[in-house]
């Protein structure tokens, strides 16, 4: 019953180092896609993915990468972090695209 | 353009019904959802309904959708401490590509 995992919880980065935060999900579901949450700003996408080998850009793509070489795994790397990415970071999945997306516990970023 | 808007503050008393609207712009969705975030937390779906239908009842939850309005509302029924959190309304939109969008979310607070 694992669903979509999410690693770290949380991080801490100074000013321009670089991260990965991992995310995998276990139902064999083609989308996954990165929000991230900010406060009065709703769930903003990031980046998606319908199926391995194939990414694309959602709303706020500047300075994250992302990869997808296997159907479980997606994650999200920040190039040079900065202040403005501190933020909250949801991984979710769905089946395909239009259906119920699931999401996992969340990953709490701050840079300093 | 694609949009979702909801209220952003409901504040209600424990026994009585709470009622949570959302409006949305050119979606293609075929569903229509609505997700539950507590405190510290990842998001939850809380209930959907089909972009086809009317009204959805699910125990103490009922989803109202006016197509023609592009309106959706959350009725809870005898509302209670436990359903203190952050409720947003999300839908598909495929315009370029696909995403689910949110809004930017109604905190529910309920009070003795």
């Known amino acids: 019953n694992a669903g979509v995992t999410q690693t770290p919880k949380f991080q801490v980065l100074k000013t321009g180092q670089s991260m990965t935060l991992q995310c995998a999900q276990d139902m064999n579901h083609e989308y996954m896609s990165w929000y991230r949450q900010d406060p009065g700003m709703g769930l903003r996408l990031i980046h998606y993915s319908v199926g391995a080998g194939i990414t694309d850009q959602g709303e706020v793509p500047n300075g994250y990468n992302v990869s997808r070489s296997t159907t479980e795994d997606f994650p999200l790397r920040l190039l040079s972090a900065a202040p403005s990415q501190t933020s909250v970071y949801f991984c979710?999945?769905?089946?395909?695209?239009?259906?119920?997306?699931?999401f996992g516990s969340g990953t709490q970023l701050s840079v300093l | 353009g694609e949009d979702v808007e909801q209220s952003l503050f409901l504040s209600v008393r424990e026994g009585d019904s709470s009622v949570i609207n959302c409006t949305y712009t050119?979606?293609?969705?075929?569903?229509l959802y609505w997700y539950k975030q507590e405190p510290g937390a990842g998001l939850q779906l809380l209930t959907y309904?089909?972009?086809?239908?009317d009204m959805k009842q699910d125990q103490r939850l009922t989803v109202l959708l006016n197509k023609k309005d592009k309106h959706l509302s959350l009725r809870i029924a005898d509302t209670q401490t436990g359903d203190s959190a952050i409720y947003f309304c999300a839908a598909w939109f495929s315009g370029g590509y696909n995403k689910l969008i949110f809004g930017a979310g109604t905190r529910l607070a309920v009070h003795p």
């Open positions: 979710a999945s769905s089946e395909r695209a239009n259906e119920k997306l699931f």
């Open positions: 309904i089909f972009s086809n239908m």
């Open positions: 050119d979606s293609s969705s075929t569903y």
